[in-house]
């Protein structure tokens, strides 16, 4: 709670990849709140009220992934949500020509989104999505300590780079300092 309130002050994209991780942990421990009280919270030596609310901030993530029927898979909608504004600020920035930068990027990246999206299958994400997903797998990779190709590792570096520069805009956005009111695609 403490981490993904600052996470999504100040960088989208890790809050994102965060939460999905979240999401996963309380997968692993089956959802077991006494279980994640005893191996992650407490662990973290909190305040008292700060044990309370992580505790709460966890058992509301748990009921969520429940009344969304997420427990085995999935993103709770909170999380998609993110990702629909991502896409929503992605759409408007490729439609405005003041961000060749964004355009280049993103036309850099766009054979890599094809290659990940065919090998998805039947149910290919859109194409912000499917680079988050890229990045959660390289992060999952990492922490499996297992080994990434050289040309994975450029791929994704290259794919970060873009959503870098989506989660600046993103920022900017937020703050009214990306698109002024009167000039919005």
């Known amino acids: 709670m403490i981490i993904a309130s600052q996470k999504r002050r100040d960088n989208i994209a890790e809050y994102l990849l965060y939460m999905w991780q979240i999401e996963d942990i309380i997968r692993a421990y089956s959802l077991d709140i006494e279980r994640i009280d005893h191996d992650i919270i407490t662990p973290m030596n909190l305040p008292a009220e700060q044990h309370r609310q992580v505790r709460e901030w966890y058992e509301s993530l748990i009921d969520?992934?429940?009344?969304?029927?997420?427990?085995?898979?999935?993103?709770?909608?909170?999380n998609r949500n993110v990702i629909i504004q991502l896409d929503d600020l992605h759409r408007a920035v490729m439609a405005d020509d003041r961000f060749a930068d964004y355009h280049r990027a993103f036309y850099g990246i766009l054979p890599l989104i094809v290659e990940l999206r065919a090998r998805a299958g039947a149910s290919p994400k859109g194409e912000i999505e499917t680079c988050f997903n890229a990045l959660y797998g390289l992060l999952m990779m990492r922490l499996r300590h297992q080994p990434i190709s050289t040309d994975t590792a450029a791929a994704l570096e290259r794919?970060?780079?873009?959503?870098?520069?989506?989660?600046?805009y993103f920022h900017l956005d937020e703050a009214h300092q990306l698109f002024r009111p009167d000039d919005q695609p």
């Open 64 to 78: 969520m992934m429940r009344r969304e029927e997420v427990t085995a898979e999935g993103h709770l909608q909170i």
């Open 159 to 168: 794919i970060s780079r873009f959503i870098a520069l989506l989660t600046k």
